[in-house]
């Protein structure tokens, strides 16, 4: 089954080649906008083309013919600079050929130490579409998908001579705008992707693999603190203000603090005239001829380096290779909550007058200065989106080719001084742990790693002593974390870090005391209950959620009442208290007898994420409590969060029958419930009643209550969620739950759950928007999947129906048949309107 599947989506990427085109749209370029030429610059001559504040100046490190198409790179610890080159992408305007390996890692070196790259070995070749690097126990990982590999150099000749298979699922090769990418190791001591779900680490030679949440497009970055950043294409830059992995120990709840929007505003302003854009025809796209918003941000990297004025220190820089620009954002941070806002007011910090200029990645250097990816191809967009109108423009002004450069850049102020090499290979314990109280987060971050690599005996001493003393709060928390990776922190530096001076430390501190909460050291960890800092109280609310005495669920009660209008520590306080809402509820009741906004919203979301999870028993006791509850608003308040599984209303149509929670006889309370006297009570309570059912319940029919899958059933449930994971997973989640900016929800929608011919269709012949999934207008364009037999699309739609809690019915391959005949003649995508008129 596995490999038809392969088979199968691997020939639906031939289809798409015009699949960017909506039916029916005129592509007329831009009135009054003519696109300047666009030849081929020698790098001297790119170089005249650049514009930077005041006081800075661009270099070249590295052009052709000694790299070629580069997309990502690394520096080692002696300053090697390691590069990809992603020779095979779109070798014409139709896509043919890309899966020849043209693909190769190449080392590249300044042996007469003047700043420019002069030397060149090919570290491996033979990669077909590979997207990601990163140096790692003695060898280099390399993302390509849907493999992940660990080659090393074995013999010393700088070429890899060994490549073993770390994971066979990084990702797919459908689509590679939508595939993994990135492989950073952050300061956590795991190994980040972008586009991906799984992180990564090395221990005693074995790679261990741990689910995380889905993460931005193309590349990914880490700030002092450990926080990652990431984008997509319209999206220019959101962050984890907190780790990810503490909201998903809560699937009920979608807690704050993950996937936050650090930049709201996607206007552009580059400086040169961008026509040639993928829909440079539709309105709004282009302001005067230019750019007017973010349409393909990518490779996202936090400035941590030492030569720049000490303003930009923090600040995140984005590449936007379609505006042939790199943005400069500010950010700020009050409470925790970080904002970006442009350096440059209506401008850009980096702008090309030259249409080739592609940088698709930004990284730190060692030398403290700013390094700039430039592809420097004519055509960036990938053929599954391609539309006519950029097809056209390609071949018109001959952008489709030469196809053989690439540049990397470093950007620096004019008066930098030249920086000291890297020596930190063969670095002495000593020296690893001085590189940690460097001010350049490059050298900080290679010594940790080294470090822990080593599992640096000798350091130990040294680095706990860091921990402690450091005067920059960074430098603690990576000899924190060089600790942890080494396995050789103890609870006494742990819960000694708790009394620093600095918050961040603090907040690390906690972290790292989780482990130690089961041997006494949650008494120290409580006396911060009352801290100053709502960063730490937020990590507090997160770390307690770890500690099962009951003193630490007592402390999360005083963090709610305390922190009830932070919406960021209320969901805090709800992963930590998963399963256990209901209790929260009732042990609330006397303390907020008095309503507020706040407090309201706070009970609906416990009482939501009771509903969410549908477990009869758990509801059962949750309307018990309710009826309990001493206050009327607190009632309807719960019975509100009940009542908010139900997905809304499809726009201008009758909302769909509810799923329903199965509960196994009449719960306790609900007879008061439903006699309850208050206004405000009874309407919540119409609203939620209709969604409890059980088996003799007046009104309920045998249709109400799910039947289990059949043996022939479940075998086709199962074959679905394994094509799921490969075709849809990638965009809409795993959990069905989508990605903001990218792709709808699946969970609790009528496109899913409602009739089968509608889902049928929009997977034979794809989607259009606008179109409204639970109340949000998304504007986005899904392929078909029509490659897939009835049998394959038959599973695939079984999955969605009966998994997430679904209990919509299965689908067998004879109505997809059914479909297929009736729409065969049928060449474009479904619009909204369109599908609402299918009832079968």
């Known amino acids: 089954m596995w490999s038809r599947i392969v088979v199968a989506v691997l020939s639906a990427a031939t289809l798409f080649a015009q699949n960017g085109d909506k039916p029916g749209e005129a592509q007329e370029p831009p009135k009054g906008v003519v696109a300047p030429p666009a030849p081929p610059l020698k790098p001297d ?159 005693a030679d074995n790679w261990e693999k741990e689910e995380t949440v889905f993460r931005g497009q193309w590349g990914i970055t880490q700030d002092d603190y450990g926080r990652l950043f990431y984008n997509s294409n319209s999206d220019q830059l959101r962050g984890d203000l907190i780790p990810a992995h503490y909201l998903r120990r809560n699937p009920n709840h979608a807690g704050a603090g993950v996937n936050y929007p650090v930049a709201k505003d996607q206007t552009t302003w580059p400086a040169r005239v961008t026509p040639g854009i993928n829909r440079g025809y539709q309105s709004g796209m282009l302001r005067d001829g230019k750019l007017a918003r973010f349409t393909a941000a990518c490779g996202p990297v936090i400035y941590r380096g030492s030569t720049f004025p000490k303003e930009f220190y923090g600040s995140a820089f984005v590449a936007e290779p379609s505006g042939n620009f790199v943005r400069c954002n500010l950010l700020t941070e009050k409470d925790g909550v970080i904002t970006a806002t442009n350096a440059l007011k209506n401008d850009e910090f980096l702008t090309s007058q030259d249409e080739r200029f592609r940088p698709v990645n930004l990284h730190n250097g060692p030398d403290g200065n700013l390094y700039v990816v430039d592809m420097y191809r004519g055509v960036l967009q990938h053929r599954i989106y391609l539309t006519t109108y950029l097809r056209n423009q390609a071949l018109s002004r001959g952008l489709d080719k030469p196809l053989d450069m690439g540049r990397i850049y470093r950007v620096r102020p004019a008066n930098a001084a030249k920086g000291t090499a890297p020596k930190l290979a063969k670095a002495t314990a000593e020296e690893l742990v001085r590189a940690l109280e460097n001010p350049n987060g490059w050298w900080r971050d290679t010594a940790q790693q080294v470090l822990v690599e080593r599992k640096e005996e000798r350091a130990v001493g040294d680095l706990k002593k860091l921990a402690l003393t450091a005067q920059r709060d960074a430098s603690a928390i990576h000899a924190l974390w060089t600790l942890q990776g080494m396995g050789k922190l103890d609870s006494e530096t742990a819960l000694g870090a708790l009394k620093s001076k600095e918050p961040m430390v603090r907040v690390h501190a906690l972290r790292l005391s989780e482990p130690f909460l089961t041997n006494n050291a949650l008494p120290q960890v409580l006396q911060l209950k009352g801290d100053p800092d709502a960063v730490v109280q937020w990590q507090l609310a997160l770390t307690l959620g770890e500690a099962k005495d009951p003193s630490a669920f007592t402390a999360l009660l005083e963090l709610l009442q305390r922190n009830e209008k932070n919406p960021f520590i209320r969901d805090a306080v709800m992963s930590s208290v998963t399963g256990r809402e209901s209790e929260v509820i009732a042990q609330l009741k006397s303390v907020w007898s008095d309503r507020s906004n706040a407090r309201n919203e706070t009970l609906k979301a416990l009482a939501r994420a009771v509903a969410a999870s549908r477990n009869g028993r758990r509801v059962g006791d949750l309307l018990e409590i309710a009826a309990k509850l001493e206050k009327p608003w607190q009632t309807a308040a719960v019975l509100d969060g009940i009542a908010a599984i139900i997905p809304p209303p499809p726009r201008g149509r009758p909302a769909p029958k509810a799923k329903a929670i199965q509960l196994l006889k009449e719960p306790a309370g609900y007879s008061g419930l439903k006699a309850h006297k208050d206004p405000a009570v009874q309407k919540v309570f119409a609203e939620a009643d209709p969604i409890l059912v059980w088996p003799d319940k007046p009104g309920v029919s045998p249709d109400d209550i799910v039947r289990p899958l059949n043996a022939e059933q479940q075998k086709r449930f199962d074959a679905g969620k394994e094509l799921y994971l490969l075709t849809c997973g990638a965009c809409h989640q795993p959990h069905g739950n989508g990605q903001e900016g990218l792709a709808p929800p699946l969970t609790d929608v009528d496109w899913v759950l409602g009739p089968p011919g509608r889902l049928a269709r929009i997977i034979l012949h794809g989607v259009r928007g606008p179109i409204n999934v639970k109340g949000k207008v998304y504007e986005m364009e899904m392929p078909p999947l029509n490659v897939l037999d009835d049998e394959q699309i038959a599973s695939l739609m079984t999955y969605v129906r009966r998994e997430w809690t679904h209990g919509a019915s299965p689908v067998a391959p004879e109505e997809v048949a059914k479909v297929r005949k009736e729409t065969e003649s049928r060449q474009e995508a479904w619009t909204e309107a369109e599908l609402l008129k299918i009832n079968n």
């Open 45 to 203: 001559e790119a170089l005249k083309s650049f514009k930077l504040p005041p006081g800075f100046v661009i270099e070249v490190v590295a052009a052709e013919p000694l790299v070629e198409a580069p997309v990502a790179m690394q520096f080692d610890p002696d300053g090697r600079l390691w590069v990809l080159e992603m020779r095979g992408f779109m070798p014409n305007v139709d896509g043919r050929g890309e899966d020849e390996p043209l693909g190769r890692v190449v080392t590249l070196e300044d042996t007469d130490d003047n700043g420019v790259m002069d030397k060149r070995t090919v570290f491996i070749d033979g990669l077909v579409m590979a997207r990601a690097i990163s140096l790692v126990n003695g060898g280099l990982l390399i993302g390509e998908p849907p493999f992940l590999w660990h080659a090393r150099d074995t013999d010393g000749d700088g070429k890899a001579d060994t490549k073993d298979e770390v994971a066979a699922n990084y990702g797919s090769q459908v689509n590679p705008e939508h595939t993994s990418n990135g492989l950073l190791w952050a300061l956590d001591n795991w190994i980040y992707s972008a586009n991906h779900t799984v992180r990564y680490r090395n221990i």
